[in-house]
């Protein structure tokens, strides 16, 4: 039914605005490195200007981490740190993972990153960035147009769309949950 999980990420080309950095972040599963998951106890922000990110506010200590985290990965490709440099989120709604994710995030991440709850935007090095921030339920619009609203890909609720599908898939595709992606 769904080939694929993500539409291949996208670069970013003068972002501003502020990023909330929670949770965790986790490799962006291009290069596989020690110590890709950084759990974040308490949000930070982002300031981004020109798709870098050029101050951050929060926790001293959780600031830190966060830089640090970003350089490491870097160093990888000798790319900037700070750079955001693409984006994506999932369009298969069947996405599924049933396990405990903080038992190991990095195989969560690769598996829920193709629900349509999950945005990531890929920062640090060269494209496409070493490190996954992750946003979950997003709203996100090309043109005016929504796509995404909520975390649901709304796309699929276009009229040409849904009567691709047959009956019973229709009724399923938009009955996610982040319990789906085992969050």
Known sequence: MFPIMIFPPMNVYSLKGKLILSNFLTSSSTRSYDNSVLYIDTPVTAIIEDSRMEDFIGDVKQIKNIKNQLENAAQMTGGDPFRINSWHTGINPFSFYSE????????????????????????????PGDVAIQLFD??????????????????????????????????????????????
């Open 138 to 183: 997003a709203s996100i619009q090309f043109e005016d147009v929504p796509y995404w609203e909520s975390g649901q890909f709304t796309f699929l609720r276009r009229e040409d769309i849904l009567s691709l599908f047959p009956r019973e898939i229709r009724q399923q595709l938009f009955h996610t949950s982040l319990e789906n992606i085992g969050l």
């Open 100 to 127: 405990n994710p903080h038992t190991n995030i990095e195989r969560w991440g690769t598996a829920a990153f193709g629900s349509p709850r999950y945005t990531h935007f890929h920062a640090s090095g060269y494209n």
